[in-house]
Every structure is written in C-alpha cells, then in structure tokens.
C-alpha cells in the first residue's frame, strides 16, 4: 500500500478514483502547521528561529497520516505546485520526523498541473524530492509578513486607536488605493473644445472629420480651451470649402491574447463576470479539483495560481483540431503560437490556466456545473481557444482634408477601421481598460481631390475627468504592473482591506475610508520606505532570487530586519503632536477641502478664530477646533461622500466624531451621526434615553443623510400583514443585523436585502420560510438551513446553516464551522463532508457549556445548601439572617491572602 497526501478533500476523492486499490489517498486539509500569533514566533536574536505549532486539525491530520504510513510500502507528498504547496508538503514531513514514525519510509514528491488520470499517472512515474529553495521562499515570505504585522501593528495601536493592522503588501495595495483618491481629490478640471464636420462624398455618403491643425500648426485635444477659440474656429469652417488632400488605409493586425495567468483570469472575471477576485479562485479550485461529469470525477482546468502563459504541446494540437472542427480551417494559424511571460520570474514555469481536455465544450458541460462554474469554465476555455486562433485582419484608414477660408486653411482627419477577417474575433474580445475606446466604423470610398459638402459643424465642450476609482480588476493588474505581491494573494489582500474596514466597495470601485487613509498618512510620514513600490518590488524579486538557489533566504532577513527594527525603534519616541502634525499635512486637501471662495479652510465655523485640526480620541480620529474647550466644535474627518464636499459644520457639545445632520421635521430634535463603542449609529435629539439605531452593515457614515437618519430612526417599521395571522412584520436592525419580525419569530434579511426598502412579498416569503422551517415553533427554533445532499457514506441530510458564531455545516449530529477561506454559499456537498468528518476526527467537546455547567454547578450548591439548613437551622428567618451576617467576615483573611500575593508577584 502507498500513502499519497494531497491538500482537499475533493482533490483526494478524485484522485483516489484513478489509483485504486494499492493507494490511500489522505488529504491535509491546507496547512498543518502555523506560527502561533504572539512574540517570538520569528525570532530575529535567534538568527530567525520559527516556531511552528500544530493546530487541532493539524494534529488529527498528522495523526492520521502517521497511522496509515505503518506498514506502508511508501510515502508520496502530492500536494500543489506552487511554493505554498511545497510547503505544505514540507510541514507534513517535518510533523511525521518530529513524531519519529517514518524510520526507512521512502518519501517522494511529485506534482501535476490538471487532475486527469493521466496527469497523476505521469507524475507518479516522475517523483523527486522536496525543493528545498521553494520552501526557503515560502519561509522568507511568512517570516516578513509575521515581523512587519507583529511589529508594525502594535505601533498602530499605540499611536492610531481605531487602526487595525498593517501588512507587507496589505499597505502598500492600500497606498495604491488611497494615492489615486488623493489624484480625484486634487484634480483640477480643464475645460476644452472639439470641432467635428460632419460631410458628404458626391454619392452622399456623410461622416464625420475632427479638425486637427490650422495655418500649418497641429491642434491637439486640450489646445482649444475656450468657447470663443471654438466658435471662431466654427464660423470659418462654416464658409470653408472642403477637398480631400489625401487618403491612406493600411492593413494591420490584431493578434489574439494568450490564455490566462492568474491575476489575467481575475481581472477578466471581474470585468465580464463580475466576480471579485476572491470568488474568482473559489470557483476555479472547485474546477481544479474535479467535478462529476456523467458519473466521472475529473478536473476540469490546471492549476490556476500561475505566472505562466505558455500551454503543452499536446495541448496546443487539442486546441488547433477543435478550432479547425468548429470554425473551420481558416482559423487554424500556420503555426501553433507560442507566448511568454512578462513576470520576471514566471511562477515556477507552470502552464497558463486552461481546460484539461479541449474537446469538453463549454455547452457540453453546463449541465454538471452550477450557474458560476459553468460561466467561468467557458471563459478560461474560450480565451483558450481563442488563443491559438488565426489573427483578425483589419484595414485602417486616414483621410486628411483641407478646409479653406479665403488664404487660411484648416486641416480636418477623418479616421476609420474595418474587420476584414475576424479571426480569433469571431469568438473572443477581452475587455476594454477603464480608459478603453471603441472600435471606428468604415469610412466611405474616396480619393485625393474629391471635393465633400458640408452638412453640419458641431462645437463641443468637454472637461478633463480625473483618473477613475481603482476595481478590484484593475488593481489587481496595476499590482501586478508594479511587481508588488503575488498574484495567488491577491485574492486575499483585497479581502483583507475589505476586512479591516479599510475600503469598501462602491458601485464596483475601491474607496478608501478614513481610516485607511489614516493608516497610510502614518506610514508614510514614518514608515516611507515601507510602503514605496519600489521597495516593496525588490524585496519580492529577492524572493524570486531565494527560490531559484541565488541567494541566502536568512541573509535577506538580515538586511531587512536591521533596517526595519531600527525605523520601528523611532517610533517609540513620537509625542502625539508630531503624529497630528504629520498627518494634518498630509491629509490636508481631504479633511480641508477648498471652499472655492478664498476662505481658510481650517477656521473653526462656531467660534470664528480657532483652526481646524486633526485629533486622536478613543474612538479613532476626529476633526476639532484649536479652542477647545472653550469651543465644542467636533466633527468627522470625512463631511460627506467620496470627494469630501458638503457642509463641513456642526456643533454637537464636544463629543468626538459627531456629526450633526439637521432636524427632525416632526418633533423638531436635532439628527447627529456618532462613532459609539459598537460601531456608527444615528440618534435623536439627547437625555437619558435617546431614540438611536445602528448603521446597517455596508452603509457607511459618510453615506448617512439626514433623510436616510431617520428611515433609520423610524424603525421597526411595518412593511406587510401576515397572511395566516393578519398580524404585522416588521422590520428593523437588532443585536445580530437587520431583520424581519412576525410575533416570536424572526428572520434575519439576506446579504442583499435593504433593511429601509425591503417590500412585503419579501418580508413574508422569509417568514413563512423560517416558520415552516421551524416545523411550527418560533424564536429560538432551528435554522433550517441550505441543503447541500446526502452524505454518500451513511445518507443523511447535510446542509449548511447560518450560527450565532458565523456558518457551520451539519449532518444532524456533528456540526463543524465552516472557515473563514470558505464561502458559506459557495461550498460544496464534497467540501461539506470533509469538513464534518474532519470534526468527528477531533471527537466530542472536552468543555462543557458554560450556561450548562454553571447551572448543574449552581443547582448542585442550592441542593446542598438545603439539605444542610433543614438538618442544622430548623426554619427561623431571623436564624437565617443571624447566620449570613455572622459569615460575611470570614472572606476577609482570603481577600487578604490574595492581596498578599498579588504585591508579592
């Protein structure tokens, strides 16, 4: 027998299907190992000793490892190709040698790039040893990222409160989104003017020309700035003559993209799928593990974390016959192409992410898919196929044309550009960039001398529009642009920004919210090099260097450590002032936009003579005036929406991070927006008891009118009538978020329900589904969850419910939580299972409840204390009192004991 460990599983289970019986195929279930997240899991004194511990669920891996490789004819470490899952590899070895089970146990390495039978069954015949230099990155990388996060961030905490955490590449892919708010921010418009003919040939054929150069000089797009500029130029051109001077067409080429990378494949979901990143590698791992197409398991796609753009031989023949069976052999090139990748060190020559087997068309397979699989599938195979295709054809054509007024003369362009193969086109376009153009129509035949006739002279204005918000799409590609990170993290980064509160996402674009821009102002003004680009790429490209055997990974951590600690070492010396000071300077054009009308920006509203300046409170940061605490003036640091405009005053007595938002129209109360303990809420006038109420998850303050204060101030609100009962739903946002609610029972709304505008259909489909669900009971009763199918080893129902402590998957009897790398909707029956048979490995809770064992504990003392005061205190109340008084004392020594041992410790 040999044992074969991959990570999931759902890899293992398909895996196991192609070996059979002389194999048992255990998964890992990912990493292991991890550093404990406390001091001295790196330590720099040391010479960077790590200290790995194994997790419960590492443990129970290990120990099922450990008992299936006795007797075992070999061991074979099958995990991903890639450097994390050489790692993974590494960490169950080091865990097995620790444990001292594999005595003279042969121990192999192998990988593949697909999960076919084929694959496995050639890389079985290929085995090597653990790559000592990949694993040497991966430690590198993990020890980096734990010295800047377990150093950098309690600095956060002591000199930022609010802020959460700081990370390697996390910040600097913040800078990136706060840099670019601060370009809106600070742009400053220009106005400018196009001049467009509109003409016609004898044949009457009309299009349209632009008017680029006059009396010899050329005209670009911002050179007319003036209206006047552009109706002197339109009078002219409203007598002019109009002649042809010259036409040229060209034959060009459009040459189809190669198939893709990792970060290309997240970029293009994003962009014509509108998945985000991180759904994006969830959908693909599923697709790489394998998915049951009529009754086989198999991979659909290669491996998808991978800088590689170049695809096998074998491959490259599979896609020319499909191209050639279903487009013809016009579409079939001379020659198969071949691509190359821009990443300097392309991630360990990995194939790029295409279908395992060309022939499966998407259209056959749609069928065995979910909606997302099926969509992402024929994505990665249409770009794949696309990829070996002919080239499109094209013809561009220039006509230049003189407009004459007397002796002057204006130079006009028409321009145009035509399909004349489609090529590759006829089944792929890749997305346009946020500063993409379209495609120009044909121009009508014409020739040098034809003279055309004026129909129409239109003079436009336009204004130049700042560089638009980041996506995740594009910052996704301007990382990858930079060299910053990996793109099999990015998932994760942008996930983590989201996480920290630090972005959020409005209407597909990155926002940075203030207290990302606080983080970054920080970092920058003490932290800079940290959070360059440059640096940042280098340190990356050095990790490059570690995993292709050219350097030292420990000297690496010897040049950064020595820098980093000494900048950390400053830091400890900050006063609040020069912190305040740095970021006022900073954040300056943010906080204190210009009011347009010559006033300073930073003169307090209320008092008049004080300014305006950043302040540190319990809470985070506020906006307050130099007065205080004569002047009470307070406010956010952000007044408004994105841009920071709007009316910037408010008086709210001296509590930090108040904003007032007007009056209630009704009672005549003032309206404020407050940062609490809790998070932001809106409140109702003052007193001791103040009506209030949360924000909504995903609606941030800066987005809190006073129209949407109170909609949130009206709750609960009734938004239906029973249909059974004839009694009320209401909705309002309680403890655990927003809710709909019939008498005792409650439902909590869905992730893209609107607590202020759900309707009544709505309301009552989700409580007549959780009272049918509860089987007739109400609050309290069971979630009955989503149900994901039977467990195929013992039949019973497995679905997946939402707890009190975030998702879990049960089977009616073990209930595991589902982890946070998991998607509660997007996890599988596969994945449920494992998941629970990984819970029954660790066997029952060894703590009891705690309400329960307080109870049993409290009910056992009440039943003893009975029995004693019915034989010793025959039933006098005054007894009974007598007695309590005279006991109080005799907790005095332990007080005092206790006492004496604390001073002493």
Same mark, same amino acid.
């Given at each position: 027998?040999?044992?074969?460990?991959?990570?999931?599983?759902?890899?293992?289970?398909?895996? !196991?299907?192609?070996?059979?019986?002389?194999?048992?195929?255990?998964?890992?279930?990912?990493?292991?190992? =991890?550093?404990?997240?406390?001091?001295?899991?790196?330590? $720099?004194?040391?010479? #960077?000793?790590?200290?790995?511990?194994?997790?419960?669920?590492?443990?129970?891996?290990?120990?099922?490892?450990?008992?299936?490789?006795?007797?075992?004819?070999?061991?074979?470490?099958?995990?991903?190709?890639?450097?994390?899952?050489?790692?993974?590899? *590494?960490?169950?070895?080091?865990?097995?040698?620790?444990?001292?089970?594999?005595?003279?146990? %042969?121990?192999?390495?192998?990988?593949? !790039?697909?999960?076919?039978?084929?694959?496995?069954?050639?890389?079985?015949?290929?085995?090597?040893?653990?790559?000592?230099?990949?694993?040497?990155?991966?430690?590198?990388?993990?020890?980096?990222?734990?010295?800047?996060?377990?150093?950098?961030?309690?600095?956060? *905490?002591?000199?930022?409160?609010?802020?959460?955490?700081?990370?390697?590449?996390?910040?600097?892919?913040?800078?990136?989104?706060?840099?670019?708010?601060?370009?809106?921010?600070?742009?400053?418009?220009?106005?400018?003017?196009?001049?467009?003919?509109?003409?016609?040939?004898?044949?009457?054929?009309?299009?349209?020309?632009?008017?680029?150069?006059?009396?010899?000089?050329?005209?670009?797009?911002?050179?007319?700035?003036?209206?006047?500029?552009?109706?002197?130029?339109?009078?002219?051109?409203?007598?002019?003559?109009?002649?042809?001077?010259?036409?040229?067409?060209?034959?060009?080429?459009?040459?189809?993209?190669?198939?893709?990378?990792?970060?290309?494949?997240?970029?293009?979901?994003?962009?014509?799928?509108?998945?985000?990143?991180?759904?994006?590698?969830?959908?693909?791992?599923?697709?790489?593990?394998?998915?049951?197409?009529?009754?086989?398991?198999?991979?659909?796609?290669?491996?998808?974390?991978?800088?590689?753009?170049?695809?096998?031989?074998?491959?490259?023949?599979?896609?020319?016959?499909?191209?050639?069976?279903?487009?013809?052999?016009?579409?079939? %090139?001379?020659?198969?192409?071949?691509?190359?990748?821009?990443?300097?060190?392309?991630?360990?020559?990995?194939?790029?992410?295409?279908?395992?087997?060309?022939?499966?068309?998407?259209?056959?397979?749609?069928?065995?898919?979910?909606?997302?699989?099926?969509?992402?599938?024929?994505?990665? *195979?249409?770009?794949?196929?696309?990829?070996?295709?002919?080239?499109?054809?094209?013809?561009?054509?220039?006509?230049?044309?003189?407009?004459?007024?007397?002796?002057?003369?204006?130079?006009?362009?028409?321009?145009?550009?035509?399909?004349?193969?489609?090529?590759?086109?006829?089944?792929?376009?890749?997305?346009?960039?946020?500063?993409?153009?379209?495609?120009?129509?044909?121009?009508?035949?014409?020739?040098? !001398?034809?003279?055309?006739?004026?129909?129409?002279?239109?003079?436009?204005?336009?204004?130049?529009?700042?560089?638009?918000?980041?996506?995740?799409?594009?910052?996704?590609?301007?990382?990858?642009?930079?060299?910053?990170?990996?793109?099999?993290?990015?998932?994760?980064?942008?996930?983590?920004?989201?996480?920290?509160?630090?972005?959020?996402?409005?209407?597909?674009?990155?926002?940075?919210?203030?207290?990302?821009?606080?983080?970054?102002?920080?970092?920058?003004?003490? #932290?800079?090099?940290?959070?360059?680009?440059? #640096?940042?790429? =280098?340190?990356?490209?050095?990790?490059?260097?570690?995993?292709?055997?050219?350097?030292? *990974?420990?000297?690496?951590?010897?040049?950064?450590?020595?820098?980093?600690?000494?900048?950390?070492?400053?830091?400890?010396?900050?006063?609040?002032?020069?912190?305040?000071?740095?970021?006022?300077?900073?954040?300056?054009?943010?906080?204190?936009?210009?009011?347009?009308?010559?006033?300073?920006?930073?003169?307090?509203?209320?008092?008049?003579?004080?300014?305006?300046?950043?302040?540190?409170?319990? #809470?985070?940061?506020?906006?307050?005036?130099? !007065?205080?605490?004569?002047?009470?003036?307070?406010?956010?640091?952000?007044?408004?929406?994105?841009?920071?405009?709007?009316?910037?005053?408010?008086?709210?007595?001296? &509590?930090?991070?108040?904003?007032?938002?007007?009056?209630?129209?009704?009672?005549?109360?003032?309206?404020?927006?407050?940062?609490?303990?809790?998070? %932001?809420?809106?409140?109702?006038?003052?007193?001791?008891?103040?009506?209030?109420?949360?924000?909504?998850?995903?609606?941030?303050?800066?987005?809190? =009118?006073?129209?949407?204060?109170?909609?949130?101030?009206?709750?609960?609100? &009734?938004?239906?009538?029973?249909?059974?009962?004839?009694? $009320?739903?209401?909705?309002?946002?309680?403890?655990?978020?927003?809710?709909? &609610?019939?008498?005792?029972?409650?439902?909590?709304?869905?992730?893209?329900?609107?607590?202020?505008?759900?309707?009544?259909?709505?309301?009552?489909?989700?409580?007549?589904?959780?009272?049918?669900?509860?089987?007739?009971?109400?609050?309290?009763?069971?979630?009955?969850?989503?149900?994901?199918?039977?467990?195929?080893?013992?039949?019973?129902?497995?679905?997946?419910?939402?707890?009190?402590?975030?998702?879990?998957?049960?089977?009616?009897?073990?209930?595991?939580?589902?982890?946070?790398?998991?998607?509660?909707?997007?996890?599988?029956?596969?994945?449920?299972?494992?998941?629970?048979?990984?819970?029954?490995?660790?066997?029952?809770?060894?703590?009891?409840?705690?309400?329960?064992?307080?109870?049993?504990?409290?009910?056992?003392?009440?039943?003893?204390?009975?029995?004693?005061?019915?034989?010793?205190? %025959?039933?006098?109340?005054?007894?009974?009192?007598?007695?309590?008084?005279?006991?109080?004392?005799?907790?005095?020594?332990?007080?005092?004991?206790?006492?004496?041992?604390?001073?002493?410790?």
């Amino acid at each position: 027998m040999k044992v074969l460990v991959v990570e999931s599983p759902a890899k293992a289970k398909t895996i !196991n299907k192609y070996l059979g019986r002389d194999y048992e195929v255990l998964a890992s279930f990912g990493h292991i190992r =991890d550093l404990p997240a406390k001091d001295g899991s790196v330590d $720099p004194e040391a010479d #960077f000793r790590m200290v790995w511990t194994l997790e419960d669920r590492g443990s129970k891996r290990v120990a099922e490892i450990a008992k299936a490789i006795k007797g075992a004819e070999k061991l074979i470490l099958a995990t991903d190709p890639d450097r994390e899952g050489e790692a993974i590899s *590494w960490h169950v070895l080091e865990a097995l040698r620790e444990k001292r089970v594999l005595k003279d146990l %042969p121990v192999e390495r192998v990988t593949f !790039n697909a999960i076919t039978k084929d694959a496995v069954q050639t890389a079985l015949r290929q085995p090597r040893q653990i790559d000592q230099a990949l694993v040497d990155a991966y430690l590198a990388r993990r020890a980096l990222d734990y010295l800047v996060g377990f150093t950098l961030s309690p600095v956060l *905490w002591r000199k930022l409160p609010g802020a959460r955490s700081a990370g390697r590449v996390q910040s600097v892919a913040l800078r990136l989104v706060c840099d670019r708010e601060l370009e809106i921010e600070t742009f400053k418009s220009q106005e400018y003017w196009s001049l467009i003919a509109t003409l016609a040939t004898r044949e009457g054929a009309v299009f349209d020309a632009r008017l680029v150069g006059a009396d010899g000089k050329k005209i670009t797009r911002l050179d007319i700035g003036k209206g006047e500029e552009a109706e002197a130029f339109k009078r002219d051109l409203e007598l002019a003559t109009f002649t042809v001077t010259s036409v040229e067409a060209k034959p060009a080429k459009r040459h189809p993209a190669p198939p893709f990378t990792t970060s290309t494949l997240q970029q293009e979901a994003s962009r014509k799928l509108g998945l985000a990143p991180a759904q994006t590698m969830r959908v693909a791992q599923r697709l790489y593990e394998g998915v049951d197409i009529g009754g086989e398991t198999v991979g659909l796609i290669t491996y998808m974390r991978t800088d590689g753009v170049d695809m096998a031989p074998e491959a490259i023949q599979a896609a020319r016959r499909v191209i050639g069976k279903e487009y013809g052999d016009r579409y079939v %090139p001379g020659a198969p192409r071949k691509y190359t990748a821009k990443a300097k060190n392309a991630q360990e020559a990995h194939e790029a992410v295409r279908p395992t087997d060309m022939s499966r068309l998407p259209k056959q397979v749609a069928k065995y898919l979910e909606p997302e699989q099926a969509r992402l599938y024929e994505l990665i *195979w249409i770009r794949t196929i696309a990829s070996q295709m002919e080239s499109a054809e094209l013809e561009r054509t220039a006509v230049d044309i003189a407009a004459m007024v007397g002796p002057r003369k204006l130079d006009l362009r028409a321009t145009g550009q035509v399909v004349k193969f489609d090529g590759f086109l006829t089944l792929y376009q890749e997305s346009k960039d946020d500063e993409g153009g379209e495609d120009e129509g044909r121009l009508p035949p014409m020739k040098a !001398n034809d003279p055309l006739e004026r129909r129409r002279i239109t003079a436009n204005q336009h204004f130049t529009e700042p560089p638009p918000r980041y996506s995740e799409a594009s910052l996704v590609k301007r990382m990858e642009e930079l060299g910053i990170g990996r793109p099999s993290t990015y998932a994760a980064v942008l996930q983590v920004l989201q996480d920290r509160e630090y972005v959020r996402i409005d209407k597909k674009r990155l926002v940075p919210e203030d207290k990302g821009r606080i983080v970054i102002a920080f970092l920058e003004s003490f #932290f800079s090099r940290y959070v360059e680009y440059d #640096f940042t790429a =280098d340190l990356e490209e050095q990790l490059d260097r570690i995993s292709n055997h050219e350097i030292d *990974w420990k000297q690496v951590l010897r040049d950064f450590w020595r820098d980093f600690s000494a900048a950390i070492g400053e830091t400890k010396e900050l006063r609040t002032t020069e912190v305040l000071d740095a970021l006022n300077e900073l954040l300056g054009p943010h906080i204190f936009p210009d009011k347009g009308d010559g006033s300073n920006p930073r003169t307090c509203p209320t008092c008049g003579t004080g300014q305006l300046s950043l302040k540190l409170g319990k #809470f985070g940061a506020f906006i307050g005036c130099s !007065n205080y605490p004569e002047c009470k003036f307070t406010r956010q640091l952000a007044t408004n929406g994105a841009n920071g405009d709007g009316d910037a005053t408010s008086e709210n007595g001296g &509590q930090p991070g108040t904003r007032v938002l007007g009056d209630d129209p009704e009672t005549g109360l003032q309206v404020t927006l407050r940062d609490g303990r809790f998070g %932001p809420f809106v409140q109702l006038g003052e007193g001791e008891k103040p009506k209030r109420s949360s924000l909504p998850r995903g609606l941030s303050p800066a987005q809190v =009118d006073l129209e949407k204060a109170l909609k949130l101030l009206s709750l609960p609100r &009734q938004v239906a009538v029973h249909p059974e009962t004839g009694e $009320p739903i209401l909705a309002s946002i309680g403890r655990y978020g927003p809710y709909v &609610q019939h008498g005792k029972t409650y439902a909590n709304l869905g992730k893209d329900d609107d607590v202020l505008e759900i309707g009544g259909n709505r309301a009552i489909d989700l409580i007549v589904a959780k009272e049918s669900g509860a089987g007739g009971f109400r609050r309290g009763a069971a979630d009955p969850g989503r149900a994901l199918g039977e467990d195929p080893s013992n039949g019973k129902a497995v679905v997946v419910k939402a707890g009190r402590f975030g998702p879990y998957v049960t089977d009616g009897e073990t209930n595991a939580t589902i982890p946070k790398a998991m998607s509660a909707d997007a996890i599988t029956l596969d994945e449920a299972v494992g998941l629970i048979r990984a819970r029954e490995a660790m066997g029952p809770s060894k703590k009891p409840a705690r309400g329960r064992k307080a109870a049993s504990k409290k009910a056992a003392t009440a039943k003893t204390a009975t029995k004693t005061t019915a034989k010793k205190a %025959p039933a006098k109340k005054a007894a009974a009192k007598t007695s309590a008084t005279k006991k109080a004392p005799a907790k005095k020594p332990a007080a005092k004991k206790a006492a004496g041992k604390s001073k002493s410790a």
